[in-house]
């Protein structure tokens, strides 16, 4: 339940839109919010809520910084065409796990907890999810495009778990003994 609830938040932006420094916790804390406001929407019906969810939060993470780095070292072996097709397919799978994790948002409160900068190209933004029994916390993982002042997603943290370091340790356990074109078709 507890990573389900995570997703929600942890998927509420993607795609490269980026945000200047000042502004993340700003921007984020009104995406938040506003998708928070689509769930609990009675009008809408559960795909209406879905595709808004996703629109408002499809602004700010890097997917192909993301492919990148869940593929590890292989990523330097694939092709342009390859990175591409994964990239799109990755993405696509990272939305119909967020869909997927969306029917399981109950009302839960969410507070903004901290903005850190880490590095000077790296800053977290810390979410808790208040439930009825539990806290959970999300992190969602910033990076500084270079030559830019422009941040963007490139990992969210779920309860102390890297959603991209996760895929990384399955891909790269599957291309053991499977191709790339087998990785695509399995996601």
Known sequence: MLKKILVILLLSGLSAHAVEEANIKKVMDAKVKKVLGILKNTKLSQKQK?????TV???????RTMSQISMGKRWKTLTAKEKNQFSRTF???LKYSYVDKLRLYNNQRVITKEL???K???ISLEYR???KDKNYK???LFYKKRKSNQWYIYDVRLVGVSIIQTYRKQFSEFLKTKSFKQLLKSL
């Not at 879905?50 to 996703?54: A, C, F, L, N, V």
């Open 50 to 54: 879905e595709h808004k969810s996703i």
């Open 116 to 118: 850190k900068k880490l």
């Open 129 to 131: 999810i208040i439930g």
């Open 57 to 63: 939060m499809d602004k700010i993470f890097d997917y």
């Open 120 to 122: 000077s190209n790296r």
């Open 91 to 93: 993405e696509k799978k």
């Open 138 to 140: 999300v992190v969602y």
